[in-house]
């Protein structure tokens, strides 16, 4: 029986942190869970081709932009079903236990992780609680907590437009169905400690609200970068 899931993970000078990513995802393929990996590279210039011939990963190329990158990846994907990972998120034991029951049981819905962060401390814990909390209540989960969906769903939803942000919540709130995954996403905090959690916070949030009132992608993300 072949293996249904492929993982997608958008690669941009990333081979730096790459490793613990790759590194959970040993536990699927014992299990034969994992069809293949690719990365989706958006031209970096850090060996990233070298990573992805240790790891028995695929490499893709082209123009950097994530919700780009990410299209390619799910075009050149084979299985059944579907998992975006961002680079610097290291998913938690039994994750492909969770993976599993949501196959077996809610094959029509996309599902997510719960978000958590290798840092310590309050705020760490409250900006993770009001992601998970903006998923569930909202159907609004991002792309740091992982997103996995069947090929037939994603296609439906007509897929991650080729934008440079916010690519993520396009895709999901085209979703017909959401649900949350019994394992965490343990990402970097490495942007909140060097911006400050409470700035950090407020550009995502801000970001997101400005889109909704309909400012263009590309303006968003020369305000995100600033």
Same mark, same amino acid.
């Given at each position: 029986?072949?293996?249904?899931?492929?993982?997608?993970?958008?690669?941009?000078?990333?081979?730096?942190?790459?490793?613990?990513?790759?590194?959970?995802?040993?536990?699927?393929?014992?299990?034969?869970?994992?069809?293949?990996?690719?990365?989706?590279?958006?031209?970096? /210039?850090?060996?990233?081709?070298?990573?992805?011939?240790?790891?028995?990963?695929?490499?893709?190329?082209?123009?950097?932009?994530?919700?780009?990158?990410?299209?390619?990846?799910?075009?050149?994907?084979?299985?059944?079903?579907?998992?975006?990972?961002?680079?610097?998120?290291?998913?938690?034991?039994?994750?492909?236990?969770?993976?599993?029951?949501?196959?077996?049981?809610?094959?029509?819905?996309?599902?997510?992780?719960?978000?958590?962060?290798?840092?310590?401390?309050?705020?760490?814990?409250?900006?993770?609680?009001?992601?998970?909390?903006?998923?569930?209540?909202?159907?609004?989960?991002?792309?740091?907590?992982?997103?996995?969906?069947?090929?037939?769903?994603?296609?439906?939803?007509?897929?991650?437009?080729?934008?440079?942000?916010?690519?993520?919540?396009?895709?999901?709130?085209?979703?017909?169905?959401?649900?949350?995954?019994?394992?965490?996403?343990?990402? /970097?905090?490495?942007?909140?400690?060097?911006?400050?959690?409470?700035?950090?916070?407020?550009?995502?949030?801000?970001?997101?609200?400005?889109?909704?009132?309909?400012? /263009?992608?590309?303006?968003?993300?020369?305000?995100?970068?600033?």
């Amino acid at each position: 029986m072949t293996a249904p899931l492929s993982i997608v993970i958008p690669t941009l000078n990333a081979s730096g942190e790459i490793g613990p990513c790759l590194g959970a995802l040993a536990e699927a393929l014992t299990e034969g869970l994992i069809r293949e990996v690719i990365l989706t590279d958006g031209g970096s /210039s850090d060996g990233i081709e070298l990573v992805a011939d240790a790891a028995g990963a695929e490499l893709v190329s082209g123009p950097a932009g994530r919700g780009g990158q990410l299209a390619r990846g799910a075009e050149a994907a084979q299985g059944e079903w579907l998992l975006f990972l961002h680079a610097d998120t290291i998913l938690s034991r039994g994750w492909s236990e969770a993976v599993r029951r949501h196959m077996r049981e809610t094959p029509e819905a996309a599902g997510w992780f719960r978000l958590q962060f290798d840092a310590s401390g309050a705020a760490p814990a409250l900006v993770a609680a009001w992601a998970n909390f903006r998923a569930r209540r909202f159907g609004l989960p991002y792309g740091d907590q992982g997103l996995l969906v069947s090929r037939r769903v994603y296609r439906r939803a007509g897929g991650f437009d080729a934008i440079p942000l916010m690519e993520d919540v396009a895709l999901v709130r085209r979703m017909p169905a959401l649900r949350e995954l019994d394992a965490n996403a343990v990402t /970097s905090a490495r942007r909140y400690r060097e911006q400050g959690w409470l700035r950090r916070g407020w550009r995502n949030l801000s970001t997101c609200a400005l889109w909704r009132l309909g400012m /263009s992608p590309e303006r968003l993300a020369r305000r995100y970068e600033r």
